[in-house]
């Protein structure tokens, strides 16, 4: 009989000892084994659970009962996350976790004291909800080279936003309806200002490129700024507006990012509404391949948390956790010396001057539409330009005209 403990009985820890239990018999099947929660570790009063007796308050009790063999990590944040999961570990305990907070900046520390103690750190639920990406990125791609990964990542954001394109309802109005939905971070300002989705591009970044690459790093901008406007001018376009992350491997370095784009209809991103999350692998052998489902939610984490238990239940005794290196800051290259294609939104009292100066600095100028545009208000996509060049040409437009929003516009 193999025990584990689960530590949060949130969102995810509910689902997690709902799917265990609801599937327990096929479970044990595929294990070869019989196993159980011995406890749950949770500060709140479940007293009325059927699992009552399984609740514990204090986490020593977990740390320093030789029986438990694996731990879900299912409380989110760092601390006492962190603090926790580094003690079981070392304690020769394997650990399953669905903080992605905890991987983006600790991955590294982490699996290297996994594999000291010949244990398991798995993280499958840190990206993607019920998406498989971070195995089938390590094992079934292991042939490539990943030259690129990009994708929808926040299942919060796609939300919010499909519902402000297909049925023009309020920002606030679509996140309290993802709230609902238990789609939301705790705090949602990680939603909605693209933290959540730098933490899990850093993570897929780190997987395939070797080395740990840290939130810091990377430039990250979210979708609080995109109005109706910004949404309708981007249907004139053809397209739609996702928060997209992506990294790219730029020779020995990786090119990071996170920001809400344009996307071609003719992508299959611009059709991943929702709460699903669609990421997009380009490995060298493969060319493209992309992964689609449910990114948040209850149940679509909890399985992914489930069937890491099991993974581990099986490797009991082996450590056959990823592995990445630790880096530095110099592993990541410098936003500001990519170069992108922009759509620039601005109100002017004379059009033409503005658009006269905007195509000097730009190159020629995609003039988009809307119904119900005002008198003095104009918007447009540029050609590819370099981000340290267009921000400093958006300091001298904005004599002319008054910029309301500047989103990047990607071709995947
Ligand atoms: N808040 C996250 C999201 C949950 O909306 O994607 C899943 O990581």
């Known amino acids: 009989m193999i025990k ?7 969102v995810v820890g509910s689902g997690t000892v709902e799917v265990f239990y609801k599937n327990l018999k096929s479970i044990e099947q595929k294990i070869g084994d019989d196993i159980d929660i011995k406890y749950i570790l949770d500060l709140r009063d479940f007293s ?24 879900a990590e299912v409380i989110g944040g760092l601390d006492p996350a962190y603090r926790y999961v580094k003690s079981l570990l070392q304690n020769g305990k394997s650990v399953v976790t669905s903080n992605k907070e905890l991987v983006a900046e600790k991955g590294a520390e982490l699996l290297k004291i996994a594999r000291e103690k010949n244990v398991n750190f798995f993280f499958e639920a840190s990206v993607g909800g019920g998406i ?43 996140l309290s309806q993802a709230q609902a939905l238990g789609y939301a971070e705790r ?27 840290y939130p810091k790093n990377v430039h990250t901008e979210g979708i609080t700024a995109v109005s109706t406007e910004d949404v ?23 090119a990071v990012m996170v920001c809400p784009a344009f996307i071609s209809e003719s992508s299959q991103l611009s059709t991943v509404n929702d709460v699903y999350n669609a990421i997009l692998v380009r490995g060298d052998a493969t060319g493209d391949v992309i ?29 056959k956790s990823l592995y990445w290196e630790d880096s530095s800051e110099l592993f990541t290259v410098d936003y500001k010396s990519l170069s992108n294609k922009f759509y620039v939104r601005l109100v002017c009292s004379d ?4 658009l006269s100066e905007a195509e000097k600095c730009w190159g020629n100028l995609n003039i988009l539409r809307r119904n119900d545009e005002l008198p003095n208000e104009t918007a447009f996509v540029t050609e590819s330009v370099n981000e340290e060049k267009f921000a400093a040409d958006c300091r001298s437009i904005s004599e002319y005209g008054e910029i309301k929003n500047i989103i990047r516009v990607l071709d995947y």
């Open 132 to 174: 498989p990406i971070i195995r089938p990125l390590h094992h079934c791609l292991s042939a490539n080279e990943i030259d690129e990964i990009a994708g929808i990542l926040n299942g919060t954001t796609n939300y919010i936003l499909t519902k402000m394109a297909e049925e023009g309802t309020d920002f606030s109005d679509a």
């Open 291 to 319: 992964f689609y489902g449910k990114g948040a939610g209850k149940l679509p984490t909890a399985s992914a948390v489930v069937s890491d238990i099991i993974i581990a239940a099986k490797m009991t005794g082996t450590s």
């Open 48 to 71: 009325d659970s059927p699992y009552s007796e399984k609740f514990i308050k204090d986490f020593d009790i977990i740390l320093n009962d030789s029986e438990v063999k694996i731990v």
């Open 351 to 354: 059009k033409s001057k503005v």
């Open 232 to 254: 309708q001018y981007c249907k004139d376009f053809g397209g739609a507006i996702k928060l997209v992350a992506w990294a790219r491997k730029e020779e020995e370095k990786v």
């Open 4 to 10: 584990i403990a689960v530590m949060g009985y949130g």
């Open 187 to 213: 705090d949602p300002s990680a939603d909605i200002n693209g933290a959540d989705a730098c933490r899990k591009i850093c993570i897929l970044a780190s997987l395939a490129f070797g080395k740990h690459v």
